[in-house]
């Protein structure tokens, strides 16, 4: 079976796509920068496969930040659109992954615990890749872990919850909450049980407020306020 593959370079260069950005939060314009091409068939005529796949590093015309889009498509990945028309799906990646409308702590998070911080990157790198019951289990993991640095006491993860709430590091409605989060995490982890996005995402929403009041906010202000001693 005849086979052909071709590299072209720049092809799609200065090619513009709709794109979800990692600092935007939201879709914005990005432009090809750099590109590699692949062009490649595979069998004879009429009855040939054909396929591409654009390799591009692209650019937000809004933040100007880089990353890397891969983009491809095949002769047989189409739909019929109407009467004659047909539209060709394309299987789309980004990198550094990303959750649309999603930005992160950004770099606030320098401000973590390094250990805090490393969970969060991970668990963050889970929800944009979608992966449903790792990310459910790095969200419990952070509770744990700030329970950890916290010294919050307690023979299991919902005593030290409680116990944050003695220490006046969480309300008692937050720690309510982060109960919610806690058996979250020990479905997915016990029971192999996805979450929706919809549930990941409010729960990553809950973990960052508490991130941000805990150590965000904390040192922030003591760094602005002793500026004035």
Known sequence: MPKTIQYRLNETQHTEHDLPCQKCAGRTTHKALVTVDVRGSEGDDPHSFEWAIDHQIVQCQGCKSVSFRSAGTGSDDYWQVDEGGYEYAISEKLFPPRIEGRKGLGDDALYLPSTVKLIYEETLTA?????QILSAIGLRALVE?????????????????DSLVGQRVLTPAG???????????????????PHNERQLALAMDIVEHMLKDVYILRKKAEFEFSRDA
Not at 127 to 131: L, T, V
Not at 145 to 161: M, N, P, T
Not at 175 to 193: F, S
């Open 175 to 193: 720690a309510a909450i982060l109960h919610r989060i806690r058996t979250l995490g020990n479905a997915a982890a016990h029971e192999a049980k």
């Open 145 to 161: 872990a700030v329970c950890k640095e916290r010294q919050a006491q307690g023979a299991d993860l919902f005593k030290k919850i």
């Open 127 to 131: 929800m944009s890749a979608q992966a």
